[in-house]
Each structure stands twice: as structure tokens, then as C-alpha cells.
């Protein structure tokens, strides 16, 4: 059952990135073109302009990253602690009813 919503959510995610050139709205100001403009390719893809350069971009993901698998590998901590079985010694006597002569 998995398996088959793991394989719709894959292909409803590509059918949402395939973009249909009737409901194309024309390119915003805010977009600056990746190619030079003596050699345009038709349909050439755009990048937003943005404040942030290329490394700190980067910082930013791994630092997210790195939040993520924190709060995943402390969530397993806690709940690995909490479902622990406390192991408390067993004292060893021997029976009150036996006779320590014989033993």
C-alpha cells in the first residue's frame, strides 16, 4: 500500500512541474536571464534576483539540514529513554524455609 502512495505523490509532483505554455503567464520584472543575450534559447530557464550569494545560500541549507536531523535524532533519544526498562538488581537469599545444614 506504501508503494503505491509513494508513487502517486512521485508523479503528482511531476505532473505539478510540467509547465503548460496556455496558462503561462508572460515573465516577471524580477526575473533575470541566465544566458547572454547574443545567445538566447528559446524557453531558456530564469533566476530570481536575490540578496543572497551562492555560499550563504548553501550555509543556509546545511544549517537547516542539520536542524532537521538534530531534532529527528533527539526525538529517537527521548523516546528511546522513556521506552528504557529500568533493570533493578535481584538480591540473592536464600529461602527462609530451608535449613542452612543441609545446604
Known sequence: ????????LLLSGYAS?????????PKSPSLVSTEQSSFVI???RQQID???SEPEIIGI???VMLG???TILSFALCIGQLTKKSSL???SSPPED???EVL
Open 1 to 8: 500500500m506504501y508503494k503505491k502512495i509513494v508513487i502517486i
Open 17 to 25: 512541474t510540467q509547465e503548460d505554455p496556455a496558462t503561462t503567464a
Open 42 to 44: 528559446p524557453g531558456a
Open 50 to 52: 536575490h540578496i543572497f
Open 61 to 63: 541549507i546545511y544549517a
Open 68 to 70: 532537521v536531523i538534530v
Open 89 to 91: 538488581p535481584v538480591p
Open 98 to 100: 530451608a535449613d542452612s
